[in-house]
């Protein structure tokens, strides 16, 4: 089989990235959905290899909690979406929550998770804090999700939902859910 050359695609793309949309409109659809996958193995391949995760992790636990111990909104380091979570309890039947979906899936159980960390918290608080890296995916949809648990009754109180959109984490809606919401 011949060697293949893309140099010219390449290049034009990488100056005029507009000319990816004109491209893309002209694609049939198996062919759009054959390079949507293509595009997300290559964003996820390269988010495996890249960097050091392990320093990554390191300052995101120090940057990605608040003052009562639960997560701050994802935010985007490249090459990842970098998602904090955890759980903060005085006992067993009462604890406070925050944890994100990742195209409504928990983020742990996410097939896109690159690498999950988890810690146990120091101090008289039981719980613990964990950060998961996911790539960044064009339109991947987040929920974060805040919820309280009281004489072991469990409520959401917050939903807060981000999206991926040119290579941004962009907040689309934030709801306050009654005590009467979900359960």
């Known amino acids: 089989m011949a060697t293949r050359q893309y140099s010219t695609i390449a290049r034009l793309l990488r100056e005029d990235p507009n000319a990816s949309s004109e491209l893309v409109a002209k694609l049939t659809d198996d062919s759009l959905l054959e390079l949507a996958a293509a595009i997300r193995e290559e964003s996820t ?9 392990d320093a990554i992790l390191e300052a995101a636990f120090e940057r990605g909690f608040a003052r009562d111990g639960l997560g701050v ?14 759980l903060v309890a005085k006992n067993r039947a009462n604890h406070r929550c925050q944890f994100v979906s ?3 899936t928990w983020v742990w ?3 896109a998770l690159i690498r999950e960390d988890k ?3 120091a101090g008289t608080d039981e719980g613990f804090r964990a950060i998961a890296l996911l790539p960044i995916t064009e339109g991947m949809a987040l929920d974060v999700v805040r919820a309280r648990m009281r004489q ?6 917050r939903v807060t939902s981000l999206v991926v959109r040119k290579g941004r984490l962009i907040e689309v809606e934030r709801r306050e859910v009654s005590a009467r919401g979900a359960r």
Do not use: K, M, N, Y
């Not at 072991?152 to 109180?157: C, I, K, L, Y």
């Open 119 to 121: 810690r146990s918290l």
């Open 45 to 53: 391949r390269r988010a495996r290899a890249c960097g050091d995760q």
């Open 73 to 86: 909104l994802p935010w985007i380091e490249t090459p990842f979406v970098i998602c904090p979570g955890g």
């Open 109 to 111: 159980e996410s097939a």
């Open 102 to 104: 990742a195209d409504d």
């Open 152 to 157: 072991g009754q469990h409520a959401v109180e």
